[in-house]
Every structure is written in C-alpha cells, then in structure tokens.
C-alpha cells in the first residue's frame, strides 16, 4: 500500500453526481466481471461537461487516468446509489479524492469496496490549485502538499484501516468479523 | 428516540441508540434490480463461494425495472442474470419480464417501444411495485441497491439506498452496518390546496434545506397535515429523500398506512404481521420546522439540480421541447389521473410521453373511464405517446434507444425526481422537475405553466 502519492491533480467543482462520474448508459457494464471492470474505468468522468472541463478526465484512446487524485469541491458523488461510481474511478487508476464533503452513498461505496480514500479537505483546495498541478497526498500524515503549500486533511478514522484492507470484506475477515473465502 | 433510531435499535438488538452509533442490523428485505443485481450476485459469489447460498430466500425481492425495453445486449444479458440466480437460488419473489423461467429476455424492435413486451409476473420500476406487492411492512429495515429506496420509508419503515459490495454482504450474512442517523423533523400542518400535490411539497422543502440539506440524516415526517396525504402522496415525499441528500425519510405509520398494508400483504401472500414503531413524545431533533401544506404553491426544481427551487408561475417564460410522466415518483396511478384532468379534452402542444411506473398503473388507467373513455385513452387523445412497458425508462437516461430519452440537447419538463446534467440522457440538456400538474399544463402551453389556470 503506497502511503505516498504524487500526481497531477483533477479538479473538479461543487455537487458533482454520479452522472457526471459514470452516465446511465454505461451501467449496463457489470463491475465484478473483470473486463467489464475496466471498461468502466475507460468512461469515468466522461459526463462532465466539455465546456467547463476542456482538459478530460481520460486522454483520447487511453482506458486510463493519469490523474491519480481528484481534488473536489462540496457533495462529491450525489445523485444514485452506483457503486459503478467509486469504481469506475477506481478501475481509471485514482487513489483518493479529497471533497470538501461527499454525498453519503459515495463515501460509503468508496469503503465499502476499497476503490478509493474518499479524503475530506478543511479548505476549500479547488481555488487553491488547478487541473495538471502536480501535488503530493501523504497518508500517513493526512496532508496534502500543492503548489509549495501543505494543508492538513482531516483523518478518516474508522474506515481508513476497511480501505487499507481492500474493503469491507477483507476488513471484516482480517478483524474475525467473517470467516474466512470459502 | 425518533422513529429511525427506534427501528434501528430494535433491528440491532438494543434497547437504546444514539445518533452516530454505529450497529450492526438485521435485514427484513433485500430489493435488487437489473442494474446493480448482477454485480451484488457477482460480490455474493466472489466472497462466499460459487456453491453459496443465500441467507433468507423470502427476504430477497428481485425487480427488474431500469434497462429492460432496450436491445442493448448487455442489459438483455443482466436480466438473465437475475433469473439464473433466482432459480438457482429458489427464491419466490423475482419478477421477471418473461414468464418462461428457462428463457431468455430479448427487446424486440419489430413489436417496438409502446406495445406490451412483458409476461404475467413482470411489474416495472422497484419502488413502486414493491409496496403494492405486500414488501413493505412498518417497523421494518429495508436496504436496496438503489438511492430512491428511501421511498418506502412512506409506510413507516427504515428503508435506505446501499451499494453493490454491501448488497453481496447482505445476501450472505442478512447484516449490514449502519450509523445511526440524526432525525429533522417536517411538521405538516394543514391540507394542500387545489392545484398542489405531494412533488411540490417536497421540492418547496428541498428548495428550502439545500439538495445536499439532509446529508447522512433522517427526514421524518409528522403533524396533523400527514393525514391528509394519501400513500401514493407520502411515497412521492419520502421518494425524494435522498434529492436533498438524506440516509432516508419517514412517516409514523397510521389508519391508511396499516389498511394498505394489509390489503398488499394479503392480495400477494406476503408476511402479514409486523411490529410498528410510534412516535415518542421525547425526540432529540437536530432540526424542527413547521409547514403549512395550505401556503404551497406550484413548485419547480431548475436545472441542474433538485434544490434549484422556483415558483412555476415565475418561470413562465421558460421555453420547452418535451414533457414526461413517469418514475417511481411521478409515475403511479394517482399521477396519471392529475395529468389527465389537466390535459383531458385538449391538445398537447410540444413532444409529450408517458410511462407508467408499473404493469398495474397501465391496467388501471385502462380500465378507469371517464364518461365513454379511458383515461388511458384521453391521455392518447390529447397526445400524449403513452408506452404500455412500465419501467424507469428515460427518468435515468439509460441506453441510447430508450423510450423518450433526451439524445440530444433539449429543455424537458418531468415529474421525476432528479435533474443532475446528463440525467435524462445528454449532458448539454436541461431538465425542470415539476407536479404531474405543471408538467402537464406546462405540456399544453410549451413554456413552464402554473397548473391552476386550468383546473378551474
């Protein structure tokens, strides 16, 4: 488990919904099959508008990100229950998101399949970098550096050891919770 | 406690819990559907072995309602899907499109969108259906892999939106960890006046709270005003719980709820007895604001989102291309039979559909006449294009061929219940969410109407 990441960052707004992660159309896409896992992956973010959001998501003909943490503004991942949200930007090659706050379906599908570390920010970073700036996300010491400036992330206390696990059903074999695959 | 925390302390064997507590609770019905069944099957099956078996046969219901008219192959393919797993699995309450249990589902374009492609046991969107179905039962704990099943929260139960990974939980064990929500309260006063419906006292109070108002809280309904509302109403209310962000919404269970209840259970041989929880006199509130259901008005949520609020009457220059009926929240019985009154006699005067949210609302408005005519048939008359394949349809956009679909960039009025970019289909369009009321006077005139001028 990487504890450091460092990486162009993608940001994005306020109210991002689970449309705008992973359209409707591509829910036909079932994630525990694993090439359809990936084609997932190829559309995240893909219902963003083009307009406000010149830079996409996923280069032209590549199936995956190269921004491996996306910086977010209030109520990330509102909108539908889809786990195909976390997941999809899981299967795009993200690491974490820090949101200034996130709809309660994403946050907890984000723990619950171990996809992603959905980070919460005390200031407000989307007006404090830029898509394509590289930034550092420690996890060890819950900050995020950018731009020469390093904030403090609040901890994600409880969930944080579901995630490192690889989700709830590994957490809840490692803690005795479960029994073990049969 | 409030309602929540009773039914959520007694589902995780205390006697007692507080907001924020986090309990392990026991499952009373597991809802499923095309889209998020097949990878819930595949998360049982990858963590609890192929041969697994399920926890409770009788505590899964299984309704196919998302992608089911469309000859998108892959949405074919997860009906299937659900209809492997419920025969393997024997479970008796999965209602499948087709009736042949060895069979496989095919949309076919031949017969086309508005003709009847269905069998005898399919039903259309979820939550509708599962009520009227008898799986919706006071007291209870409802978890569904999907964000709208938060409606049935209208018969007095906890009823919540999960996702895949914690549905295949679910399917293996019956548990689910859950933190225990704060409760606001929405004290109803009064009854709605004419003109006004259940949409446009939930959009007022969305519009009100902020769509992100009610994030990870319970919205619990109460006040002399509720005995005004009939279920269909409470169930369009608790519906759009989640629009202004909530872990769910209820109602205390009453006379009308407990009859329906009994006549659903009854009518489909579902469990009977159940354990209603009421309200105590000593509830800790996080919020508590009164509303007097005769002061609403017509009420509009703007794109791009269901807090966006406006009075339709201020919005009357707002140009539109299209209206929809239809969805869990604006596609039942009582919703058609709104639109109609409005549109009876007259002529729609912009591209106008229909879909019943279920099989049964469609037989309804058949058989329902009005002088010498169905309703169906006046809603035919005044143009609307009405589909007999009840299902979610283009609420969510969906497949590129589905029914009324928005494919390209365009202003449609809707009585569904979300309005994020892309929702009805393309990005570029725009979507006002509204009554059956307004979307049908907005229907007549091509711009966003106040629906009073016409029920005079």
Redesign the interface.
């Known amino acids: 488990m990487a504890k450091v990441v460092t990486s162009p960052v993608y940001v994005v707004g306020d ?1 991002i ?1 689970t ?2 992660i992973i ?3 591509y ?7 694993s090439e ?1 896992y990936k084609k997932l992956g190829s559309y995240a973010m893909v ?3 083009d307009e406000l959001y010149p830079d996409r998501f996923i280069a032209e003909g590549r199936t995956e990100s190269d921004f491996k943490i996306v910086i977010a503004g ?2 990330f991942g ?7 949200a976390p997941i999809a930007l899981g299967a795009a090659g993200v690491e974490a998101v820090v949101a200034e ?1 996130y ?3 994403f946050f ?2 984000s723990v ?2 171990g996809e992603l570390y959905p980070y919460e920010s005390r200031e407000r970073l989307i007006d404090l970098c830029r898509t394509g700036d590289i930034a550092t996300l420690d996890f060890d010491s819950d900050t995020f550096t950018v731009n020469d400036k390093t904030f403090s992330l609040k901890s994600m206390g ?1 969930v944080r050891p579901v995630i490192d696990a690889g ?3 590994n957490y ?1 074999r490692q803690t005795g919770m ?1 029994g073990s ?2 | 406690m409030t309602l929540t925390e009773k039914i959520l302390a007694r589902a995780s064997g205390r006697s007692r819990v507080e907001p924020g507590d ?1 309990v392990w609770v026991e499952t009373d019905i597991l809802l499923t559907h095309d ?2 069944g ?2 819930s099957i ?2 049982f ?5 192929q ?2 078996k399920v926890w409770d046969a009788r505590k899964i219901v299984i309704i196919p309602d ?2 089911i008219f469309t000859s ?1 192959r ?2 074919n393919r ?1 009906v299937d ?1 659900l209809r492997d797993f419920s025969k393997e699995q024997g479970l008796p309450y999965f209602y499948d499109v087709i009736d042949d249990l060895n069979g496989s589902w095919k949309f076919d374009t031949e017969v086309g969108q508005l003709k009847r492609q269905y069998g005898s046991r399919y039903q259309g969107v979820c939550h509708t259906a599962l009520p009227r179905l008898g799986h919706a039962r006071p007291g209870e704990v409802l978890f569904g ?3 709208h ?1 938060c409606m049935a929260g209208a018969f007095g139960e906890f009823a919540t ?6 549905a ?2 679910i399917l ?2 019956g548990k689910l960890l859950v933190k225990v929500p704060e409760t606001m309260r929405f004290y109803l006063e009064g009854a709605m006046p004419p003109g006004v419906m259940a949409k446009d006292v939930i959009l007022w109070v969305i519009g009100d709270i902020g ?2 108002g009610a ?2 809280r319970a919205m619990q309904w109460e006040g002399p005003g509720v005995s005004s509302l009939n279920m269909d109403d409470r169930m369009t209310i608790a519906n759009m719980a989640i629009e202004a ?1 909530a ?1 769910n919404g209820i109602f205390p269970a009453d006379k009308a709820t407990h009859a329906y209840v009994s006549e659903r259970t009854s009518l489909n041989g579902t469990k009977a007895d159940y354990n209603p929880v009421e309200l105590d006199k000593d509830q800790k509130l996080i919020f508590d604001k009164v509303y007097d259901l005769s002061k609403l008005k017509p009420t509009v949520a703007m794109h791009p ?1 269901p807090g966006n609020r406006a009075l339709a009457k201020e919005l009357e220059k707002v140009k539109l291309d299209r209206a929809y009926i239809g969805s869990c929240t604006g596609g039942k019985a009582s919703d058609f039979l709104a639109f109609a009154k409005v549109v009876k006699g007259r002529h729609v005067k912009i591209d106008t559909y229909g879909v019943p949210a279920t099989s049964d609302v469609v037989q309804e408005l058949k058989e329902t006449r009005w002088e010498a005519q169905s309703v169906w048939d006046v809603l035919v008359d005044a143009g609307v294009m009405m589909t007999e394949n009840a299902s979610c349809a283009a609420c ?5 061929d589905t029914f009324a679909r928005l494919n390209a960039p365009m202003t449609c009025i809707s009585a569904t219940n ?1 309005n ?4 009805m289909g393309s ?2 369009a725009k979507v006002y969410l509204a009554s059956p009321y307004t979307v049908a006077a907005s229907a007549l005139t091509g711009h966003v109407t106040d629906p009073r001028e016409f029920l005079s």
Do not use: M, W
């Open positions: 109210n919904d449309d705008q359209p409707a159309q829910l036909t896409l079932v994630p525990t099959i359809e219902g963003l508008p209030k109520n509102c909108g539908s229950s889809r786990e195909h706050s709809a309660r379906i907890r599908n619950a399949t409880d989700g709830i059903f809840a479960i695959k049969a | 986090n889209v998020c097949p990878g595949g998360v099956k990858r963590e609890f072995g041969d697994a998302h992608y998108d892959l949405s997860n899907i892999t999907d964000s099943t939106g999960i996702g895949n990974t914690d295949g939980f293996g064990t769509f992100d994030t990870y962000g872990k989102n969510l956009g969906g497949p590129t979300r994020f970019p892309g929702r990005k570029e």
